[in-house]
């Protein structure tokens, strides 16, 4: 059977309820897009990589998943990679509210 994208991972949003992710979390539905950005002068992390819906940042990929990701980024391949929504909880706690899954995408 072909698969358009190969499951990686699968988390929840870091840093979710630092961000924006309250004034998107109505509009996040399983199955969204969301975009990966790398953000190499973070202070804290310079493997990091943001978490947007449309212009709403989010949060981050957990600093234990984002190494190859960072990496894949960092060398021109980001669009290789596709995140989604899974899971939206509204009344889970904010740092659980919503699991996203990241895939490959089949270049091939």
Not at 22 to 47: F, V
Request: glycine content about 8%; proline content about 7%.
């Amino acid at each position: 059977m072909y698969e358009p994208s190969r499951h990686m991972a699968t988390y929840h949003i870091a840093g979710f309820q630092h961000w924006d992710g309250a004034l998107a979390l109505g509009e996040l539905k399983p199955g969204a897009e969301l975009r990966l950005a790398p953000e190499p002068d973070n202070p804290y992390d310079p493997e990091a990589m943001a978490i947007y819906f449309g212009q709403t940042k989010l949060g981050y990929v957990p600093a234990s998943e984002n190494g190859t990701v960072s990496v894949m980024c960092r060398y021109g391949h980001a669009d290789a990679f596709e995140l989604r929504v899974l899971q939206v909880d509204a009344e889970a706690d904010p740092w659980h509210q919503v699991r996203v899954g990241l895939y490959v995408r089949d270049a091939r």
